[in-house]
């Protein structure tokens, strides 16, 4: 399964080159203060930089309190990239980046310095003399996204936040909006939510982030199985048994209690990521590439979920808070430990769930997730379970083919079969085929937030989350958060970090004759 490629060559990134390039205008990034600016979104701009994906008149406009000059946040942000970023600092490749990057301080949410921010904008226009694309990011806290885009709204940046790419008949850019998570708390406050943003910008123009979506290996979970004529007459409840995923962290909650306390990980981690994982692993083939036909159909996986039964919940939740532990040797104090977290908390910081989708293609295939914080190791994968041969030729319980999708870290796939043990006897012995990112294509691949903000940069909202996935996903979750509330599976198991999560989520799969794999 290991393509040849010289090692010097990176398909991916020499692909993305080819064929796509941010467009001139500005990037304005609101909450650039904040951690996923330091951390992520300004390393990722400069590694797009370095792999000459974002045009020279492509500015970057950092949005924040902050009584900082252009200069100042320029060495802050060099900081970050110097310890978060992907690709090596130079003082050369930093003089090309810090030219093009700005601080615009917005303190007092006052029509005056939104009107300011517009006159920079259009200055930079002039400058440039093109039509600016101009993308408005949104990574202040989710109480601000409604208020921050009337602002921009009011100061006419969203006048021409209309559907299209590039210039307009009259010759104009076309501004976007992009806004980070949580989008919503619950079904009500993402429809709530969604119906702001659209009275300001057309769902066309609304990009709503799920980083997962930008990783390469997500991604490529089209790619497998749309590209590949021999997996998807498989890809079914008459072969595939059931279907595993699994997504662990093993860090804590880290800090982050107080807000940690309000999410919980199945609003943290499944309502997003993990159910964007289900939904592109599930969906039907779509028409074309192309961002509704995709989302068309991950929707449709999204309603097909049958709903929890709140009176057989603990068939089906399993919920978990991990108390202290020491794996490798590492303390990690307990989660009612942490500051932020009151004594009687109820919060949840792993679940195990069982899930239906009931349509054609899934009718009775058990899906099982879980998610945790504090588990042994940081791993995300997909693994289909297919069914036995129907008839055991060589005896013995040697388990089925699993195709295990590895999203992250050692990004990759393994696909398990049987072989014949070497020897004298007619014995099956199980054995993988591996494909690992990093020996096939020389190098790992981007970071998700690079693939997502040069998307947002051209205009491509294909691994942007639509308003009615998120609706459809915040239904089945605000569901099963009522369900749980005065059930069995109120107050979560513990289990001790550094472990795989309570004893009773070994449970729910042995009750169907399953266990967990440990990746
Ligand atoms: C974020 C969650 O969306 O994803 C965090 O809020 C989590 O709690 C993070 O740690 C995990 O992202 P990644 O890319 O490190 O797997």
Redesign the pocket.
Known sequence: MTPNFAAATNPLRDGLRRTRRSLPGALVIFGASGDLAHRKLVPALFALQHDDLLDDRTMIVGVSRRDWDDDAFRARMRQGVEEFGRVPVTDAAWGRFAQRLVHHAIREESDAEYAALRERLAAHEARIDAPAENVFYLSTPPSLFAAVSRRLAAAGLFANAVPGVGEDDAGRGRARLVVE?PFGTDLASARALNRDLISLVPESALYRID??LGKETVQNLLVFRFANGMFEPLWNSRYVEHVEITVA?SIGVAGRGAYFEEAGIVR??VQN?VFQFLALTAMEPPVEFAADAVRTEKVKVLRALRPIDPARIAESCVRGRYVRGAPGGKEIPGYLEETGVPPGSTTETYVALRLWIDNWRWGGVPWYLRVGKAMPKKV?EIAIHFKPAPHRLFGGDVGQNVLAIRI?PDEGMSLRFLTKLPGPDMVAQPVTMDFRYGTSFGAAPPE?YERLLLDALIGDSTLFTRDDEVEASWQWITALRDAWKGSSVEVPETYEAGTWGPAGADALLERDGYRWRRP
Do not use: F, G, V
């Open positions: 998570k980083h997962y962290e943290d981690m990521h995300s992250q998700a």
